[in-house]
């Protein structure tokens, strides 16, 4: 019995295809995360809370398989912590949003004030000049976050998800579209 190679082109153009059906899905996703930025937010949060949990139940396992009674102890206790922190952050979401703002709030501080550092070392190099304006915004953006806090935390986690999600899903479809053109002329 004879076998049939696929056609490569045409295995690109299918996959090329579903990749532009799942940008499509993380542009909506984007969208509605915008429009509903808490709604997102405690989704997101709820995700973190079940990989805690998870890797709660992880280290639980784990610190049975430990060689001294020591050691059990303290992987019992991390395990335990993880579990503890996820139930938390499951039975309590907003509280996991709140922080969770707080922590990127904290982290735009950090990366700006470091891509000012960068931006000193490197401010006779062509093209430095950028890397002081992603510096000052990202602090600028970083001070709103904090200053605004807990009340950012309605719409700033889910805001930035979602537009995440609409570049990411731009992105695909443009990369998809990239393929298919190239795929049709070696057709």
Do not use: C, N
Not at 149 to 159: H, K, L, R
């Amino acid at each position: 019995m004879a076998t049939t190679v696929p056609d490569p082109v045409a295995l690109v153009k299918q996959a090329s295809k579903w990749g532009i059906v799942w940008s499509v899905l993380l542009i909506l996703l984007g969208m509605l995360a915008i429009a509903e930025p808490l709604v997102a937010a405690i989704a997101l949060a709820t995700f973190i809370a079940w990989v805690l949990i998870f890797v709660g139940v992880v280290h639980v396992a784990l610190a049975f398989h430990a060689h001294s009674g020591t050691s059990l102890g303290w992987k019992l206790l991390v395990g335990l912590a993880y579990l503890f922190i996820g139930g938390y952050l499951l039975y309590r979401p907003v509280v996991g949003v709140a922080t969770l703002t707080l922590m990127l709030a904290f982290l735009f501080m950090v990366e700006g004030v470091l891509d000012f550092m960068l931006w000193w070392k490197s401010r006779r190099a062509d093209g430095a000049f950028w890397i002081l304006v992603d510096s000052v915004i990202t602090l600028v953006l970083g001070g709103m976050i904090y200053v605004h806090w807990p009340s950012s935390s309605v719409w700033v986690i889910g805001t930035l998800v979602g537009i995440s999600l609409i570049i990411s899903g731009v992105t695909r479809v443009m990369l998809s579209t990239a393929v298919r053109q190239v795929a049709k002329q070696l057709a």
